[in-house]
Every structure is written in structure tokens, then in C-alpha cells.
């Protein structure tokens, strides 16, 4: 673990993959001495950013954040097994493109992806790449995938996808080169609704089938 000053105000913690973000995410959220001094708590892949509250300096802000033991300790280090959170169903209607593709390169049917992409609940590790887009971990192993060889050049909003570790739900029309297994009618982003995005970090998020 590395502590990394992020401008004036941010402190970046550098850790060694999604897990630990995660893990790490949610005990430095629930940290009492932390939460006294952070504004915000925002994970990424590897890496978690404390942004300080005003007038607190990123030295004091560093003699608070646990050592990577006892950091790592408290946040559970696994997917779906830390402090209880939220949780998000979405109903998905799999005919996706991909589930074929998908299927040959894991080794199931088409209706064992399926079950599999529903049966495990996943955990919303990170927010990017478009407003309302999460990066969702902690499914079935079985489900990773690369990416497509060639990017498309518009995915529909709504399209339910998996790359690496991740699975994920595109929240607009957008490029993209996940495998596409599937679409949802859930709104992932919506300016009049507060917050605006459905999925938040630490969310637990289940996949459900559906028939339209």
C-alpha cells in the first residue's frame, strides 16, 4: 500500500488489485477518526481517494488512514461480505449478441452464463466511463471474459455486459467493447431523481431474469 498526495486536498491510496480497493473502500468509509476528516471516499480499480475536508492538512489526514493490515482487516477482503448495504435487483432480458461468444469461451450454455451471471450477487466496486456506468465484481469466476477483439462502435443504452472481472450495464448509447449478454429497461442515470445514478459504490446488485 502506498499513500499518494492527489493535489492539495486529495490523498490517493494505492493498492494491489479490485479486492483490496474494495475492501479497503468500505472500512475507510466506516473509519470514525477518517470520516471525521474526509469529504469523500472514492474507489477505483486499484486504488482509493481521500479527499479531505477544508482546512485539513493531507499530513493529518495521513496520520489517520489504518495500515495496510489492519485497513485491509476491517474492510473483510471480500466481495459481498463486508458491512450490509443497499441492494439494486435488475431485471434483464438475456439476448444479448455476446452469449453465444460467451458461452464457447467459458465453456457453458448458453442458459448455465445465464444462470450463473444471476445466481451470484455482485457488488458495485467503482464508478467511470459514463455517468451512471458501475463496475460491478464478486460474480461467478467462470463469467470472465476479455473484452472483443473489435470495439463496437454504439452499444444501446441498457445493454448488460462482462469484461476481465467485471460485469456492468451501459447507462446510454455509447461505444463499447464488452460481451454483451443481455438488456435491461433500469435507468441507470437520471438527472431529476436524487442521487442521479442507481448504482453506488458498495451496493450489492442482483441480476434477475426476465421476459421482456
Known amino acids: 500500500m502506498r499513500l499518494l498526495p492527489y ?4 490523498l490517493l491510496v494505492e493498492l494491489a488489485d479490485t479486492a483490496a480497493a474494495v475492501s479497503a473502500a468500505a472500512a475507510l468509509r466506516t473509519d470514525t477518526a477518517v470520516a471525521e476528516l474526509v469529504a469523500d471516499v472514492v474507489p477505483g480499480a486499484r486504488t482509493v481517494l481521500l479527499v479531505a475536508r477544508p482546512g485539513v492538512s493531507l499530513d493529518r489526514l495521513r496520520t489517520v488512514v489504518p495500515d495496510e493490515k489492519h485497513l485491509l482487516g476491517a474492510g473483510n477482503g471480500a466481495f459481498g461480505q463486508g458491512l450490509p448495504g443497499p441492494e439494486v435487483v435488475i431485471p434483464v432480458v438475456y439476448d444479448g449478441p455476446d452469449l453465444a461468444a460467451v458461452a464457447e469461451l467459458t465453456g457453458l450454455r448458453a442458459d448455465e ?8 450477487p455482485w457488488q458495485v466496486a467503482f464508478g467511470g466511463f459514463a455517468p451512471g456506468f458501475a463496475y460491478l465484481v464478486g460474480g461467478d469466476p467462470r463469467l470472465r471474459v476479455p473484452r472483443r477483439d ?7 443504452a441498457g445493454s448488460v455486459g ?13 461505444p463499447g467493447g464488452w ?7 433500469a435507468v441507470l442515470w437520471d438527472l431529476e431523481r436524487d442521487p442521479p445514478a442507481l448504482l453506488a459504490a458498495g451496493i450489492t446488485v442482483r441480476f434477475e431474469v426476465s421476459e421482456r
Not at 452464463?113 to 451470484?120: G, I, K, L, P
Not at 460481451?179 to 429497461?185: P, Y
Open 162 to 174: 462482462l469484461a476481465g472481472e467485471f460485469s456492468g450495464v451501459y447507462p446510454r448509447a455509447s
Open 113 to 120: 452464463v445465464v444462470a450463473a451471471h444471476t445466481a451470484t
Open 7 to 10: 493535489g492539495d486536498r486529495g
Open 179 to 185: 460481451q454483451l449478454i443481455g438488456r435491461t429497461d
Open 150 to 156: 473489435q470495439p463496437r462502435t454504439t452499444v444501446p
